[in-house]
């Protein structure tokens, strides 16, 4: 990537994080929503075995839809001006779910849920995430993975994020583990709680950040058989890959001018590592899989649909 390069050939600065001050700010104006999210989880913890299938199924549902809007959260978007989290996200799903224009969760629930059904006790669920950005997105992200494995739908969460600062909010390995460390130092009692429990999932090898170059390399993700074949192979072990955000879709579809109807399947042109699930907040002139008619019908009242952020889909490819 060009815009790393001088860097890259300047060893003292070769992790210089021009971004990290604007990501930080996004982080610490977010902290009410942070600690109603926090506290949200602490007290679904302490209930969650006595939650009915159903009940579990709608927490899960409402965790997943808090991580699509957290997408929303992105410094490129603002232009790197402010894009922190104000209001409280947890009252505003009723309002947010008709713009989310492809909803797959419950195939996502029927997978994970039936993973957890047929698993024996020596055996695991592999959940990947992807990242996007870092700040509040990655709270979102990581209150996700906390339910995950609280539920039991998961046994073990692998992060994918970058290895060098990249598209200006990208979650980095600094910006995942200083995040930990300020929750953890948060001074709201479930807040600090979260970040103690993610330290020690961390520690337990039951959430694992892993860094690979590929994922800022051109390529689209077809190609990573070819160009990465040891990634391609570590995907293949998960049971499900969440795929956060815009950069990613636009990889896994090649970034081409589809028609709106294509099919997510056909578009992602072979690249089958594992089910796999985009959940992102519009934000570039890429979508497929909509119902005939629908992109037009869209583009036509409202131009900016598929830029502007306002829309969101979870996308599912795999059995169904």
């Not at 979650?171 to 995040?179: A, E, G, K, M, Y």
């Not at 520690?203 to 077809?222: A, D, Q, R, S």
């Not at 990613?248 to 001018?257: E, H, I, P, S």
């Not at 578009?267 to 979508?287: D, M, V």
Request: with cysteine; proline share 4%.
């Amino acid at each position: 990537d060009y815009r790393r390069e001088p860097s890259r050939l300047s060893p003292p600065i070769d992790y210089f994080d021009v971004f990290k001050e604007s990501k930080e700010q996004n982080f610490y104006e977010s902290q009410e929503s942070v600690i109603a999210l926090c506290t949200y989880l602490q007290q679904l913890i302490k209930t969650i075995e006595d939650l009915d299938e159903n009940q579990l199924k709608d927490e899960f549902f409402k965790l997943l839809q808090i991580s699509l809007w957290g997408n929303k959260c992105d410094l490129s978007l603002s232009g790197g001006e402010n894009s922190s989290q104000k209001t409280d996200v947890l009252n505003s799903l009723e309002d947010l779910k008709p713009f989310i224009l492809l909803n797959d969760m419950e195939h996502l629930w029927s997978l994970l849920s039936n993973c957890k059904k047929t698993r024996e006790k020596a055996s695991v669920t592999r959940v990947y995430i992807v990242l996007d950005n870092s700040g509040f997105e990655l709270v979102t992200d990581l209150i996700l993975a906390n339910f995950l494995l609280s539920s039991e739908l998961a046994t073990e969460v692998h992060f994918y994020g970058k290895t060098i600062p990249w598209f200006v909010s990208d979650t980095t390995i600094h910006d995942f583990n200083w995040l930990i460390e300020q929750v953890k130092h948060g001074n709201h009692k479930w807040m600090s709680k979260c970040g103690a429990d993610w330290e020690e999932y961390v520690k337990m090898g039951k959430w694992v950040y892993h860094n690979h170059i590929f994922w800022t390399l051109p390529h689209e993700f077809c190609a990573m058989p070819q160009v990465a074949p040891d990634l391609y192979a570590e995907l293949q072990k998960a049971h499900l890959i969440l795929f956060k955000g815009d950069l990613n879709y636009r990889k896994l579809t090649g970034d081409r001018k589809w028609e709106f109807s294509v099919p997510f399947h056909q578009a992602l042109n072979g690249f089958h590592p594992a089910p796999l699930c985009s959940i992102r907040t519009l934000k570039a002139e890429i979508q497929v899989g909509l119902k005939p008619g629908q992109g037009e019908q869209l583009m036509a009242s409202e131009p900016c649909w598929w830029t502007s952020g306002k829309y969101g889909i979870f996308q599912y490819d795999g059995p169904l």
